[in-house]
C-alpha cells in the first residue's frame, strides 16, 4: 500500500485567537504556538495503523504552507510516517481550498498513491473542504466522516463506517484508490517517538515550489475576518468564586431548577 | 470589518449591475438524514430557503429546489406545495441512503446542464462531502458552514466561523458560481405562504455506481441513552483537564433530580467517557430544561446539540469562549474548581435547612 496523509500547520486552537490589523487574517505574534492540526493526526495514525497490518506499506506525509510547516512534516515523521512532502506556498496571504487541493492533486497523480487520507477539517479554518476536492480533482472515489475503516486482504477495497447526523454509522464498500477524510475518534494518534523525532530532524524532506502548479481558481471575494457578531444575552457573574457560586445557587433557585 | 480583497482573488463584483439571480436548493431524501426523517420534511429546507430569499434579496431571484432520491414523487409535490417553488424531481432508482460518489456523478451533470449562481446546500456529514467536490466538476467556488448572510456594499456576504467559534470569515461571490453549505440550526426557517405551489419536473439518472456500495447502517451509541429523558444535564469538556475529573460531572447532577451527565466530543474521542454521552450533533441533540456546560468551549457541533435547552449555564477559564454566545449564565472559573465549591456550599445549605427543621 501506497498511503498520502494530507496534514496542516495551525495556530494552536487554544491559543488567544485575535484578528490582525487589517482585518484579513489572525494576528501573530512571538507567544503564537503552532501544531499539527489534530484532526490530522488521527488521519496520521490510521496511516500507521495500516502499515502495521500490511507492512510493506509506505506512509507519506503532505502538507501545504511556508517554512514553519516543516514542524508539522517533522512531527508526522516523529509519528511514523516514511517521507514528507513540502509544498511551499511562499505567497502573501493564505491559500483557498480548492489550491491547496489543486497542488496537493497534482503532486499526488501518477504517483500510484492507493489512499489517501485527510483529517475531516482544520482546526483553523474549519472549511473541511480539501479533502474531497482532492478526490474530485483525481477522479476518485471519497469517504467522509470515516470512523472506521478496514482494507481487504487483497488491498483492493476498503470497508469504511462513516458517521452520520446523531452518530449513526452509514457502511460502504469503496475501492481503491480512493480518499478518505478520518473523523475524530477512530484511533488514539500516538506521540512521537523519541528515536525517530531525531531521525525526522536529519531527513531530507521533498520540497516542491507550488508555482510549478496550475494557479487558477475560481472566483471567490474574501471580504476579511472578524470577531463573530453573536450577540450573547448572557450575564457574567461577578466577584469571588464563592460569591459566583452564591449568585448561581439564587439564579437556579429563582428559576425553579434547584431545590 | 475592513473590506480586504483576497491577493489571489482578482476580480471585482461590477456595481448596478441587476440581473436575476438563480440559485439552487439541494433537497436529499434519505433515511435517517437530517435533510428528512421518514419521509418528512425537516426545517433544513426551510433554513435554505431562507438563505435562499436572503440570497435573492428582494430581488427577482429564481429559486429551485432539487430533491434527490428514490421514490420522491410525492414528497416533491408536498415541498412544491409547501414551498410555493419550482421543483426538479431528480429521480435516482436504488439511492435509498446517501453515496458519495453517486451524488457527485448526478450533481455534477445536473448543475454543468443548468447554470446557476448560487447552489445552497446544508453542512451536513453528507452536504460536507459533496458540496466541494460539486464545485470543483462545475468550477463553482465553495463556502462551508456559513451562518450568517447580510448585504454590504451591494453585495451579498457570507460569514462563516472559524478556529472553534472565535472568529467568523466573509466572502461574497465573485465571477464564478458560489456553492454555499450551511450550519443546521444557523438560520431561522422561512414557511412561506402557498398561495401559488411550484411546478414540479420529473426526471430519472442512472444511480449505477461500482466504487462505493452501500453495505448497510449501524445505530448511534447514545441510541437509548437517559439524555433523552433528563431534566437536568452536567457536560464535561476538555477544560476538566483529566479524565479522573469527570467525577465532578456525576458529583454536581446528583444535586439534581431527573439529571444525567454528557460530555462533548473530545473527551469522548480521548477515551475519558463512552460515545453514548456524546452531546451535540454527531450524538445526543437535547432539550433539557438545565443544561450546565463545564469546560466546554462550544464547537457549532455541540451548541447544536445544546440549543434547545430551557436554561443553559457555562463554566469555562477562557472568557472568548464561543460557549458563553449561547449561555444564559457565564461563569469564568476553572470548572472543577467551581463545581466542588458549588456543591460543597448546596450541601452545606441543605444541611442548615434540614437542622432548622428540627
Not at chain 1, 499526488?108 to 473541511?128: F, P, Q, V
Amino acid at each position: 500500500m501506497k498511503i498520502l496523509v494530507c496534514v496542516k500547520h495551525v495556530m494552536e486552537s487554544e491559543s488567544e485567537i485575535r484578528v490582525n490589523d487589517g482585518g484579513s487574517w489572525v494576528a501573530h505574534s512571538d507567544s503564537t504556538r503552532f501544531e499539527m492540526n489534530p484532526f490530522d493526526a488521527y488521519a496520521i495514525e490510521e496511516a500507521l495503523r495500516i502499515k502495521e497490518r500490511f507492512p510493506d506499506s509506505r506512509v507519506h506525509a503532505v502538507t501545504v504552507g511556508s517554512d514553519h510547516a516543516r514542524n508539522t512534516l517533522r512531527r508526522a515523521l516523529g509519528m511514523g510516517a516514511d517521507e514528507g512532502v513540502h509544498i511551499v506556498d511562499g505567497v502573501v496571504g493564505r491559500p483557498s481550498p480548492f489550491l491547496v487541493a489543486s497542488w496537493i492533486a497534482s503532486y499526488a497523480k501518477n504517483r500510484g498513491y492507493d489512499l489517501i487520507l485527510t483529517g475531516i477539517m482544520s482546526s483553523d479554518e474549519m472549511n473541511a473542504q480539501t479533502g474531497p476536492m482532492i478526490a474530485q480533482m483525481l477522479s476518485i472515489p471519497c469517504g467522509g466522516a470515516v470512523i472506521s475503516e478496514k482494507i481487504s486482504p487483497d488491498q483492493k477495497m476498503v470497508s469504511v463506517e462513516r458517521e452520520t447526523e446523531g452518530g449513526a454509522r452509514d457502511m460502504f464498500d469503496i475501492t481503491l484508490p480512493c480518499l478518505l477524510t478520518i473523523q475524530t475518534g477512530i484511533n488514539l494518534p500516538r506521540y512521537p517517538a523519541l528515536s525517530k523525532v531525531l531521525r525526522a530532524k536529519k531527513k531530507s524532506l521533498d520540497v516542491i515550489d507550488s508555482g510549478v502548479f496550475d494557479g487558477n481558481e475560481p472566483d471567490l471575494i474574501f471580504k476579511g475576518v472578524g470577531s463573530r457578531n453573536k450577540k450573547s444575552d448572557g450575564v457574567f457573574l461577578d466577584g469571588t468564586r464563592q460569591e459566583k457560586v452564591d449568585q448561581l445557587i439564587d439564579i437556579l433557585e429563582k428559576k425553579a431548577l434547584l431545590q | 470589518m475592513t473590506s480586504l480583497k483576497k491577493k489571489r482573488c482578482s476580480s471585482e463584483k461590477k456595481a448596478g449591475r441587476i440581473m436575476t439571480k438563480k440559485i439552487a436548493i439541494i433537497v436529499e431524501h434519505g433515511h435517517g438524514k437530517v435533510e428528512h426523517g421518514q419521509g418528512k420534511v425537516k426545517p433544513i429546507i426551510y433554513e435554505l430557503l431562507s438563505l435562499a430569499q436572503k440570497i435573492a434579496d428582494g430581488q427577482d431571484g429564481q429559486i429551485v429546489l432539487f430533491v434527490i432520491g428514490d421514490h420522491i414523487d410525492r414528497l416533491s409535490k408536498q415541498i412544491s406545495r409547501d414551498a410555493g417553488y419550482d421543483v426538479c424531481a431528480v429521480g435516482v432508482p436504488g439511492l435509498l441512503t446517501y453515496n458519495g460518489s453517486v451524488y457527485k456523478k448526478i450533481l455534477a451533470k445536473l448543475f454543468v446542464e443548468r447554470r446557476f449562481d448560487y447552489i445552497c446546500a446544508p453542512h451536513s456529514t453528507s452536504g460536507m462531502d459533496y458540496a466541494p467536490a460539486l464545485s470543483v466538476a462545475i468550477g463553482a467556488s465553495c463556502v462551508t458552514g456559513v451562518e450568517d448572510v447580510f448585504a454590504a456594499d451591494g453585495n451579498i456576504c457570507f460569514s462563516r466561523p472559524m478556529f472553534g467559534g472565535k472568529l467568523s470569515a466573509t466572502f461574497s461571490k465573485g465571477a464564478s458560481p458560489l456553492v454555499v453549505t450551511i450550519q443546521p440550526g444557523a438560520f431561522k426557517p422561512v414557511f412561506p405562504d402557498n398561495s401559488t405551489a411550484g411546478r414540479v419536473t420529473k426526471m430519472v439518472y442512472d444511480g449505477h455506481e461500482d466504487r462505493m456500495t452501500f453495505t448497510g447502517t449501524k445505530a448511534s451509541p447514545v441510541a437509548g441513552s437517559e439524555l433523552g429523558q433528563a431534566d437536568v444535564i452536567v457536560s464535561g469538556g476538555r477544560g476538566i483537564r483529566d479524565g479522573e475529573n469527570y467525577k465532578y460531572m456525576e458529583m454536581l447532577a446528583e444535586i439534581f433530580p431527573r439529571s444525567a451527565t454528557g460530555a462533548s466530543r473530545p473527551i469522548c474521542d480521548y477515551g475519558w467517557v463512552t460515545y453514548s454521552k456524546q452531546v451535540g450533533m454527531t450524538g445526543a441533540m437535547i432539550s433539557p430544561k438545565l443544561y450546565i456546560a463545564c469546560g466546554i468551549s462550544g464547537a457549532s457541533q455541540h451548541i447544536e446539540g445544546i440549543k434547545d435547552s430551557g436554561f443553559i449555564v457555562a463554566i469555562n477559564t477562557d472568557p472568548d469562549a464561543p460557549v458563553f454566545q449561547i449561555a444564559d449564565v457565564c461563569i469564568v472559573e476553572d470548572a472543577i474548581e467551581f463545581i466542588g465549591l458549588f456543591v460543597e456550599t448546596v450541601k452545606t445549605r441543605r444541611l442548615g435547612e434540614g437542622s432548622d427543621e428540627k
